[in-house]
């Protein structure tokens, strides 16, 4: 398979995982620092967030740093629970929910019409519970409903509603699809992605899982040869979703880099050069 190419624009696919996909933002500092331009990214869950917030907010790497280590599960679980409870029990969890209120509204903020960091398509998936299908959501799409999209993929049942939106004249009810398509690189191979070599951040967490994601991607490269397709494996394995420690945090997004500076080092010694 080709290595990866610095010259070459990247297309990245975040998994699914909870927590772990802090370690997105770790594989994003590799690729970003090292010079790699990210033209695609599509992202499940946790890591339709990263997408959003890197390429449809705008953030930062270092804002992407804090918003990864402030995204805790207390704090996560502190503004479910403000949206559930009586009105007035809603300040004291919205004060335990940390940093969460102040980037959703940066979110709302964000008009989704144009993107940031020189990425060119942005692709969320979330599961509509009234048709019982996976929609991805694109930024080639009229009116893309950024912020919608992106609560509706994260919305994890139990935990958040479902995200009931109209759009296309369509009602739909939004929610996490990453029990069902925890790695979706399907749809970089379907208009309006075009995809010259990708990167796939697996943050499973259970080595039946890794098995499954591995298998797809092999009937993916069988497929597409001429789209090499390179996977790094921050390590996750072990780790629920719910992670309380900072430190826990922490250790992703050092592992998420890592791993995928490895990877660059490897490419970098296979070149021609």
Request: a positive charge; hydrophobic letters at 45%; charged letters at 20%.
């Amino acid at each position: 398979m080709r290595p990866l190419r610095p010259e070459e624009p990247v297309s990245l696919v975040l998994a699914a995982g909870g927590a772990r996909g802090v370690a997105h933002v770790g594989v994003l500092e590799a690729l970003v620092t090292h010079g790699f331009r990210i033209q695609e990214i599509v992202g499940s869950s946790v890591g339709a967030l990263i997408a959003a917030y890197y390429a449809g907010v705008g953030l930062s790497l270092e804002e992407m740093r804090t918003l990864g280590l402030g995204l805790s599960s207390r704090h996560l679980l502190a503004w479910a629970a403000a949206r559930r409870a009586p009105r007035f029990a809603r300040p004291y969890f919205q004060r335990r929910a940390g940093i969460v209120p102040a980037y959703l509204e940066r979110l709302e903020q964000a008009s989704g019409r144009s993107l940031h960091h020189g990425v060119e398509r942005i692709g969320l998936l979330a599961f509509d519970g009234l048709s019982r299908r996976e929609v991805l959501f694109h930024n080639q799409m009229p009116d893309f409903p950024l912020a919608e999209a992106m609560r509706g993929a994260v919305a994890i049942p139990v935990v958040y509603p479902p995200r009931r939106i109209v759009y296309a004249g369509r009602r739909m009810s939004l929610s996490d699809a990453g029990r069902r398509n925890r790695l979706p690189i399907e749809y970089l191979f379907a208009a309006p992605f075009c995809p010259r070599q990708i990167v796939v951040s697996d943050i499973a967490n259970r080595l039946s899982h890794r098995r499954e994601n591995a298998a797809k991607l092999k009937v993916w490269q069988a497929r597409r040869p001429d789209v090499p397709i390179h996977v790094v494996l921050p390590d996750a394995l072990g780790r629920g979703m719910l992670l309380y420690q900072l430190s826990d945090l922490e250790a992703l997004v050092a592992s998420g880099r890592a791993v995928t500076e490895a990877l660059i080092a490897s490419a970098a010694q296979t070149s021609p050069d």
